[in-house]
């Protein structure tokens, strides 16, 4: 039997497209850089755990019920949500994190040659879907660390299906206010689907921070994202949401798929949905985490970016893949940034503030021993290059 070359059988923008390699987990990265504990500063995961009712579904769910199909269209959940924000239950459609319903959308919509229109620094995941997919993903510059929404504007074309924002925007934490969302959406007057991904809205407290959904009346067009992966904190069960007109949500409903969404996942994200309590104790928690990291920065002369959300940008010195490895070496794991086309920046998550204060003991002992390793290369450079007593490729 022959196989015929795979040049053949893959199309041409899925060779170009270069596959995610997620990191190892958690034990295998201990052994490989050598530290007792791994203090996980890099996916913006909540340290307070999901909410106590959620908790104890968890806790008490009996295993035969794993033998059992979940509701194939969470049927529960999205009545719970249609009560909480005055939609129809219709209007909702829940996938295996807020990933699968951006496929869904980008799915419903775009065809050969359409394109999609977001921001070149944002959430990957719109490029790359749109991108291994076969379409073209236009990607408009940040402009003062914030969508730019002429830019925006500019690279539509008659082509152009969606437009992806995410607001407040990850990884800078900048935001719309309704003003300047609803301008924006005016101007697109209905020619376009806006995807508004709010995946971090629970953590603004801005009085003028738009709600997407409320605005879903005036606007049949928008198509809301939000996901129980960060405030609610059930990343590991991987479920989000979409909302929007019901015209366009079941339009969107033909290209998604049934029982994606495990029956644990759905039954934690309906105890979790009001817990107000859980949400002002994570609010507190990242307001007094930012105000430490914050002062700390300012202290060991780093430049950051800290906006809305549960993260903080920092610049560092040195490259983010070598930062990294240095952090990793003392237990701390952040995400580089050059992937968000940022280079020599990390994105810290506000936790608890013991491993913030970890972070920061690392990053001065890696700026201390970057200062002495600068002073010995100056020194090695006016005794004519003779001192070359702890000088070390890379440090």
Same mark, same amino acid.
């Given at each position: ?16 497209? !270069?596959?995610? /390699? ?6 295998? $990265? ?22 106590? !009712? ?47 319903? =951006? ?34 993903? #236009? ?13 925006? $504007? ?41 995807? $508004? ?28 994202? #939000? ?19 019901? !015209?366009?949500?079941?339009? /969107? ?25 859980? /949400? ?16 700390? $920065? ?47 920046? =990390? ?5 608890? #503030?013991?491993?913030? !204060? ?18 010995? #290369? ?18």
């Amino acid at each position: 039997m022959t196989f015929p070359p795979l040049d053949q059988l893959v199309p041409e923008y899925v060779r170009r497209f !270069e596959a995610y /390699i997620p990191s190892k987990p958690d034990e295998e $990265l201990r052994r490989l850089y050598g530290c007792d504990r791994l203090l996980r500063l890099n996916n913006n995961e909540n340290p307070l755990g999901p909410p106590p !009712e959620a908790q104890e579904i968890i806790r008490r769910f009996p295993p035969p019920r794993a033998a059992v199909y979940p509701s194939g269209d969470a049927y529960y959940l999205r009545e719970k949500l249609a009560e909480k924000f005055g939609l129809q239950p219709d209007q909702f459609i829940v996938g295996n994190g807020a990933n699968e319903v =951006i496929t869904f959308v980008i799915k419903a919509f775009c065809q050969e040659g359409d394109n999609i229109v977001t921001a070149d620094k944002t959430f990957a995941v719109y490029e790359w879907v749109a991108e291994f997919s076969g379409f073209e993903a #236009r990607l408009v510059p940040l402009r003062d660390f914030g969508f730019d929404d002429e830019g925006l $504007l500019e690279r539509i074309d008659e082509r152009t299906k969606i437009v992806f924002v995410c607001n407040p925007n990850n990884p800078t934490g900048t935001y719309w206010n309704e003003g300047r969302l609803r301008r924006f959406l005016d101007r697109i007057d209905g020619r376009r689907i806006v995807v $508004l991904d709010e995946a971090y809205c629970e953590f603004v407290e801005k009085k003028d921070f738009p709600d997407g959904i409320r605005l879903l009346r005036d606007y049949p067009n928008l198509v809301v994202f #939000r996901t129980f992966s960060k405030m609610y904190a059930l990343a590991g069960l991987r479920i989000g949401y979409l909302a929007g007109d019901l !015209e366009v949500v079941n339009v /969107i409903r033909r290209t998604g798929v049934v029982y994606s969404v495990n029956v644990l996942a759905q039954e934690a994200a309906l105890a979790a949905l009001n817990d107000d309590e859980h /949400i002002r104790r994570t609010r507190a928690l990242v307001g007094a985490g930012k105000a430490f990291l914050s002062r700390e $920065l300012d202290r060991l002369g780093l430049p950051y970016i800290c906006g809305e959300g549960n993260f903080v940008m920092i610049r560092l010195p040195l490259s983010d893949t070598l930062a990294y490895r240095k952090l990793m070496a003392r237990g701390v794991m952040v995400r580089t940034m050059t992937g968000f086309r940022f280079p020599n920046y =990390i994105r810290v998550t506000i936790s608890a #503030r013991e491993a913030l !204060e970890a972070l920061v003991r690392a990053l001065e002992e890696i700026l201390k021993d970057r200062g002495q390793r600068t002073e010995i #290369r100056d020194q090695k450079s006016e005794d004519g290059g003779q001192r070359t007593e702890g000088c070390h490729p890379g440090g």
